[in-house]
């Protein structure tokens, strides 16, 4: 049997279980409330109460691409964590549930679940992350000016490979752990680490960390360099995460295959 099956039968589980819709309305909801809250920033200080009376606060307006940066970057923390729990149970809840048992009498490898398993998921994040960020930078243009497109999808695309890692790892930590809440917990600390720790451990872990990958999305759709030079600062990022994806990849893998079921 072919993983084609099985891909099939994990995108109608998503479609059941109404993940095919959450995740983008999240996605949406996370990202887009941002430009709403900017545009709005300045009526919520003049309305606050507390401030002494003739208070005048100035606050620059900021550029359209400055305020769909600022997006992301609020996006990073919550959407990590979104990811986690959507993540997290699907395969040590198939697991304890006894559903990973009853698919394996039949003649579908493990390699082929666990596959099916990544593809989906990743073809999933993808997808709301790209729906995400057009409405968002759609709305962003309405509310501040004129947004550069082909730096919005550049600088998407160069962020994405951040949320395979979130789904790559909390896969790995699925396979490793029979019980999803001890496969979020493991994969919420491991991000938390790798996302963060590397900006204070010298500027070259920090260039290939995740957290420089963001950083390199955020300057493209901010529109401070061109292309060709975003593409050589994003480099490192991009290489040190697509490595990070394939060996908690096969990690998780190596995990499934050796768990008893």
Known sequence: MTSHPMIRKEFNELVKTYKILIIPIVFIALMITQPITMKMLPDILANS???PEGAVIKIPTPSAPEVLSTAISKFS????FVLILIVMGSIAGEKASGVASMVFVKPISRAKYYLAKAITYYTL???SMLIGMGITAYYTEI?????DWTHVWIGTLMYIPNLFLVVTTTLCASSFFSNAVGAGGASLVFNILIFTVPQFL???LDMVSPGGLSNA???VIQE???LAQAFITGL???AGVFTLNIVFFFMGWYFLERSEI
């Open 49 to 51: 109460t507390g401030l």
């Open 77 to 80: 923390s919550l959407g990590t």
């Open 125 to 127: 994040t993808m997808a």
């Open 143 to 147: 509310l501040f000016g004129k947004l």
């Open 202 to 204: 010298g500027k070259f």
């Open 217 to 219: 999305a955020m300057m």
């Open 224 to 226: 401070n360099s061109t």
């Open 236 to 238: 490192p990022g991009l």
